[in-house]
């Protein structure tokens, strides 16, 4: 027998490009079963959830909700929250008030936890209800899954990104260091490698939270390849550890913050890339080094969107509401990669994803350590979408001398 009673959508966690292609997926499809009263959305994730600060989502008009799946971002606002156990209780009694039977929440594994501490509260108290976890993250960290909705995004932007430098170090030399986001899986500092079109371009290292970073090593990285080319493009993770697994940046400030997960805050700041490229200008004597810190700009960079990723994004939410609704059963929707390229969508145990980190498996990672092979980019380049712009350059010969460089070295 259905359950008739409200849907209840919530997202949590950083936001994406995608992430309001599957909130309209649920809302649109929970709206066809008649077994569902009103679809609300709380604002601001377990917030709002707990201080019942919901919108009518069955009175917005499917017109809107279109436009808004195309907006990056959470339409619903967001929360660093994370919920431990008395606080989802408190959540379970607000669902209950509401006579809310099917809970969606988007979000990563810090989700996943909660939609499953919120299950077992419903199940002790014999309350039916079914709690769904939908994935999202631009990490591609969740178990289970092959990929997440947001990552093929934020993939597209790495590697847009890198071969715009890629042409603008090869103009000016030098050496150029990104720092991208990725605490412990390099999935999306990985996508840089999609930039390499010509045999001399960059990123000509990429160093992820997966192998241990050596200073010293990396100097000599950089060296290296400086001396071959007069370039060196560098792809960094955020979260590159030592040999003791104590992230670089902490092991080169004196003081740093700490966020509300207990973690060191590692986004928002551009000293990893500061501290590195000092390393370079003192040790290695190039005079022309550059960084940047991508940061927010990855995530919700409206410029740039998969086509992919919008689609897997949008019928994640469908599928979400179709096995609530027609199998009856809680879990996480995950995403599985079928041929060359399909996907397909399953439901796993929350236990299986929540509170968990899926890492770059190691036949993705070169023998080295310093960069990925051909096998990840097998993997990723489906996900970043149609239409991937590539740049050209001049293959003119070049014109013989007539002064035999007579005046090479005067200026």
């Not at 605490?183 to 999306?188: C, E, P, S, T």
Request: proline share 3%; aromatic share 8%.
């Amino acid at each position: 027998m259905a359950l008739a009673g409200k849907v209840l959508i919530a997202q949590g966690g950083g936001p994406t490009a995608v992430i309001n292609q599957t909130l309209a997926g649920i809302v649109l499809e929970a709206r066809k079963f008649p077994q569902v009263s009103n679809v609300y959305g709380a604002l601001k994730g377990v917030e709002g959830l707990l201080n019942e600060d919901f919108l009518d989502l069955t009175q917005e008009t499917t017109h809107n909700l279109e436009q808004v799946a195309m907006t990056p971002s959470s339409a619903l606002l967001s929360t660093r929250i994370k919920p431990d156990g008395r606080y989802c209780r408190e959540i379970f009694k607000v669902l209950k008030a509401h006579d809310v039977r099917y809970f969606f929440y988007i979000g990563g594994n810090d989700s996943a936890d909660t939609v499953r501490i919120v299950n077992e509260e419903a199940k002790m108290a014999n309350y039916r209800l079914r709690a769904i976890h939908v994935p999202k993250t631009i990490d591609n960290d969740l178990m289970v899954n092959d990929h997440t909705p947001g990552y093929g995004s934020a993939a597209r932007f790495v590697a847009q990104a890198f071969t715009g430098i890629n042409l603008d170090t090869r103009a000016l030399s030098g050496v150029y260091l990104g720092i991208v986001m990725g605490r412990n899986a390099g999935f999306l500092t990985g996508a840089s490698a999609i930039a390499q079109k010509y045999p001399d371009d960059g990123p000509h290292l990429i160093y992820l939270p997966e192998r241990k970073f050596s200073i010293d090593k990396f100097l000599g990285d950089v060296k290296r390849i400086y001396d071959r080319l007069g370039i060196c493009i560098v792809a960094i993770s955020e979260g590159i550890k030592n040999d003791a697994g104590v992230p670089i940046i902490a092991s080169l400030l004196k003081d740093f913050d700490i966020d509300s997960h207990g973690n060191l805050t590692l986004s928002g700041t551009g000293a990893l890339g500061d501290l590195l490229t000092q390393e370079i200008k003192d040790k290695l004597g190039i005079a022309r080094v550059r960084s940047d810190t991508f940061g927010y700009l990855q995530r919700s960079f409206l410029g740039c969107v998969s086509d992919t990723d919008q689609q897997e994004a949008r019928e994640v939410g469908e599928r979400a509401v179709q096995m609530a609704m027609w199998q009856d059963i809680d879990g996480s929707v995950t995403i599985h990669r079928t041929g060359f390229y399909s996907v397909d969508y399953r439901l796993a145990k929350l236990e299986d994803v929540a509170g968990k980190t899926k890492l770059m498996p190691d036949e993705y990672i070169n023998k080295e350590g310093n960069h990925v092979n051909d096998v990840f980019k097998f993997y990723v380049r489906p996900l970043l979408g149609s239409g991937l712009q590539s740049p050209s350059l001049l293959r003119a010969p070049k014109v013989a001398k007539i002064m035999r460089g007579e005046w090479e070295g005067a200026f």
